[in-house]
C-alpha cells in the first residue's frame, strides 16, 4: 500500500545527507515551508547547496538555516532584500558562495531537471553578466533563426522541500494561490520531494481536474496545522508584522 | 532657457496608463510601474500578469483582509480579479519569454537609444547583485517600455548612446516614457514622440546629448 503521509517532519528528512542539494520552494512570504526548514535544520545536514528565488529574510526560516552555517552554496536570483541581513553578512564575508540567475532561468533549469532535458537555450540573459559561468568563461551561445541564445543547463535537487495546501496517501497535491509558485517544479526537479499541506483527503478526495502536482512527484507528505501566520497566508492577529 | 514642467509621477503613469490598449496582457515591473495600474482607464479591460504566477491581478485589498498567499512580485498584497488564474513559476515565465505578454513597463537606470536596457545592477564595488525576472521580462513581452525621470538628480540624462551600467538586455526597449518626453528607440536611435508643454527640441537634444528625430 502506497502511504506517503509522514509521521512528522523530523521523521520526514531523516536522511538528508551533508553536502545535499536541497530546493526550497517560496516566494516572498507565499509558499515558504516553515516547518521544513525548521527540522531541516535539527536535522543537521552540511555543506549544503540550497536553491530558492530568494536568499533568506528576517533571521526564521531559510535564514535561519544560513544562520547556522548549514549552507555552502546559495542559487537564487533575488538575494538581496530590506531584511536579507543574515545573507548579507556571509556573503560579505565569503563564508557563502552565490550562483545568480534569473529568475526565469532559474524555473526552466529546474522544470528541464525534472523534464530529462539535457540542456537548453534561452534568450534570457544574453549579452550580459549573467551569461557567464561561476568561473568568469563565457557561457555557450548560439543564434537560432536571428534570435541569440545562451545554453543553460537544469538544476536537479537531491531533496525539494515545498508547501502544498492539500494531499492525499499517494502524494497528489494542490496549492493554495501565488503559494504554488516554485512548488510544481521543484517537486519534479528532486529525488526526493517532501511537501507539507494543511489538509490531508482520501484518495479520490481531491478532484482529478485540479491536482496541480500528481503523487509520482512526491516521495512525503507532512500535514501542518494551519495557524494564522503570513507564512500560512493569513496575518497572525496582534502578533507585530 | 525655455520654461516647462516635468510630468509628475501621477502625470507620467497616466501617460503611460493611456497607451495601454483594450484587451492587453500586461506586466508592471517593480517601482513606478506599479503606479500605472491605478490609472488604467475604466472602459478598458487590461490584465495584469505578476511573475510568481498570477494572472488577472487586482488591486491592493483593504487594511485587514491581506492574504499573504496572494502577493505581487514586491511581495505586496494584492487581490485577484473575477476570471484570474494561478500557475506555477516555470508557467509564468514561459509566458513572458514566448513573447505572450503584449507590454511590459520596466523602470531603467539607464537605456540606450537602440534600445538596451540596464536596470538591475550599478555594479558597484561590494554590492550584493539581484536580478529577480528582470532579465525574463526585458526580452520576453512583445513590447517593453521604460518609465523614468529623464535625468539623474547629478543632472546626467538615463537615455545614453550606450549603458555604462551591467544591461539586463539587449535592444529590447522599444519606447521610453519620461517625465520631460516619450521617444521610440530602435535600430535608427530615438525618435520623438511627445514632449511637455513649453519645452523646446534644442533644450530636449541639449539635455540628452544624442540626436532625436522628430
Known amino acids: ?241 | 532657457m525655455s520654461g516647462y514642467r516635468p510630468r509628475t509621477k501621477l502625470e507620467l503613469a497616466q501617460r503611460v496608463a493611456m497607451d495601454i490598449p483594450d484587451g492587453a496582457y500586461v506586466n508592471l515591473g517593480i517601482g513606478m510601474p506599479t503606479l500605472v495600474a491605478n490609472h488604467l482607464p475604466a472602459d478598458r479591460d487590461v490584465i495584469l500578469q505578476s511573475e510568481n504566477g498570477i494572472l488577472g491581478m487586482g488591486p491592493a485589498p483593504s487594511e485587514g483582509d491581506e492574504d499573504f498567499d496572494l502577493i505581487n512580485a514586491g511581495k505586496q498584497p494584492v487581490s485577484l480579479l473575477p476570471g484570474g488564474a494561478y500557475f506555477h513559476h516555470a508557467d509564468s515565465f514561459a509566458m513572458m519569454r514566448g513573447g505572450h505578454l503584449d507590454i511590459c513597463v520596466l523602470g531603467a537606470f539607464q537605456v540606450s537609444a537602440t534600445g538596451d536596457l540596464a536596470n538591475w545592477s550599478t555594479g558597484e564595488p561590494g554590492g550584493i547583485p539581484a536580478v529577480g525576472g528582470a532579465m525574463d521580462l526585458a526580452i520576453g513581452a512583445k513590447q517593453t517600455w521604460v518609465m523614468l525621470d529623464l535625468m539623474t538628480r547629478q543632472g546626467q540624462c538615463k537615455v545614453v548612446d550606450c549603458c555604462t551600467y551591467p544591461l539586463t538586455g539587449i535592444a529590447c526597449v522599444s519606447r521610453i516614457y519620461s517625465d520631460l518626453a516619450t521617444f521610440d528607440c530602435s535600430s535608427h536611435g530615438l525618435t520623438l514622440v511627445d514632449k511637455v508643454d513649453g519645452l523646446d527640441h534644442a533644450e530636449l537634444v541639449r539635455l540628452v546629448g544624442l540626436p532625436i528625430r522628430r
Not at chain 1, 535561519?64 to 549552507?71: E, K, W
Request: charge should be positive.
Open chain 1, 1 to 241: 500500500m502506497i502511504d506517503k503521509i509522514a509521521a512528522s517532519a523530523t521523521q520526514a528528512l531523516a536522511h538528508v545527507p551533508d553536502g545535499a542539494t536541497v530546493l526550497i520552494g517560496g516566494f516572498g512570504t507565499a509558499g515558504i515551508p516553515e516547518e521544513l526548514i525548521q527540522a531541516l535544520i535539527s536535522q543537521g545536514a552540511r555543506e549544503l547547496t540550497v536553491v530558492n528565488n530568494n536568499a533568506g529574510n528576517g533571521d526564521t526560516g531559510l535564514a535561519a538555516l544560513l544562520a547556522a552555517g548549514r549552507v555552502r552554496k546559495i542559487i537564487c536570483s533575488f538575494p538581496r532584500q530590506a531584511d536579507s541581513q543574515v545573507f548579507d553578512g556571509l556573503y560579505r564575508s565569503g563564508k557563502i558562495e552565490l550562483e545568480l540567475v534569473p529568475q526565469g532561468n532559474l524555473a526552466e533549469r529546474l522544470r528541464a531537471a525534472g523534464a530529462g532535458i539535457g540542456a537548453f537555450f534561452t534568450p534570457t540573459g544574453y549579452g550580459t553578466e549573467l551569461a557567464r559561468n561561476p568561473d568568469g568563461s563565457p557561457k555557450e551561445t548560439r543564434d537560432i533563426q536571428g534570435r541569440s541564445y545562451v545554453l543553460e543547463y537544469p538544476i536537479h535537487g537531491d531533496v525539494a522541500l515545498i508547501k502544498a495546501e492539500a494531499g492525499d496517501r499517494w502524494g497528489n497535491l494542490t496549492y493554495r494561490k501565488a503559494a504554488r509558485n516554485f512548488g510544481p517544479v521543484m517537486a519534479t526537479a528532486a529525488r526526493y520531494t517532501v511537501a507539507t499541506v494543511h489538509r490531508v483527503v482520501e484518495l479520490g478526495g481531491l478532484d482529478p481536474e485540479a491536482i496541480v502536482t500528481p503523487g509520482i512527484h512526491v516521495s512525503k507528505i507532512v500535514p501542518i496545522e494551519r495557524v494564522a501566520t503570513r507564512a500560512a497566508g493569513f496575518r497572525q492577529e496582534g502578533v507585530k508584522r
